[in-house]
């Protein structure tokens, strides 16, 4: 679970692409099966969040403020800090960049929105780990949508 605070751009109506920035706030349970007895280690991580979202506006009708969108695309997070109780990981433990692909979908009514989606790895989260470990996860946000132009 976590939370995250950032903000996208749209460009675009129909078809739009989006690139955002946001910072997270996670809290990663890992659970290690291969040592005697069962092992659990947490992890409070913050990063910084990149994804680049290439969206349908499904539902879009020019007299009415309500919107469904599907979206996918990359995202790119950065670990800028580690606090653990037992692991000993640091943010050198993990890759520069760790790399997902997102799909999801959303509704808009007026200018407030709620979006769904899932991430699947597509780097390995450590540095020089032999199992190869990569984040998968379900992801929700809400919030407002602002028009400038």
Same mark, same amino acid.
Do not use: C
């Given at each position: 679970?976590?939370?995250?605070?950032?903000?996208?751009?749209?460009?675009?109506?129909?078809?739009?692409?989006?690139? @955002?920035?946001?910072?997270?706030? %996670?809290?990663?349970?890992?659970?290690?099966?291969?040592?005697? @007895?069962?092992?659990? /280690?947490?992890?409070?991580?913050?990063?910084? &969040?990149?994804?680049?979202?290439?969206?349908?506006?499904?539902?879009? &009708? @020019?007299?009415?403020?309500?919107?469904?969108?599907? /979206?996918?695309?990359?995202?790119?997070?950065?670990?800028?800090?580690?606090?653990?109780?037992?692991? @000993?990981?640091?943010?050198?433990?993990?890759?520069?960049?760790?790399? #997902?692909?997102?799909? #999801?979908?959303? $509704?808009?009514?007026?200018?407030?929105?709620?979006?769904?989606?899932?991430?699947?790895? $597509?780097? %390995?989260?450590?540095?020089?780990?032999?199992?190869?470990?990569?984040? &998968?996860?379900?992801?929700? %946000?809400?919030?407002? &949508?602002?028009?400038?132009?």
């Amino acid at each position: 679970m976590g939370w995250q605070l950032g903000g996208t751009v749209a460009f675009g109506d129909e078809f739009y692409l989006e690139p @955002g920035i946001f910072w997270m706030k %996670n809290n990663w349970d890992l659970q290690n099966l291969t040592v005697s @007895g069962d092992t659990k /280690f947490k992890n409070d991580i913050s990063s910084l &969040r990149i994804p680049i979202f290439v969206g349908w506006n499904v539902v879009n &009708r @020019g007299d009415d403020d309500r919107n469904f969108h599907i /979206f996918g695309g990359p995202a790119a997070m950065i670990v800028t800090k580690v606090n653990t109780e037992s692991t @000993g990981l640091t943010t050198d433990s993990f890759n520069k960049f760790i790399w #997902g692909i997102n799909v #999801g979908a959303g $509704l808009s009514i007026s200018k407030i929105f709620v979006d769904g989606g899932y991430e699947w790895g $597509l780097s %390995n989260l450590y540095k020089d780990d032999p199992n190869n470990v990569k984040s &998968r996860g379900f992801w929700l %946000n809400a919030g407002f &949508r602002l028009k400038f132009l």
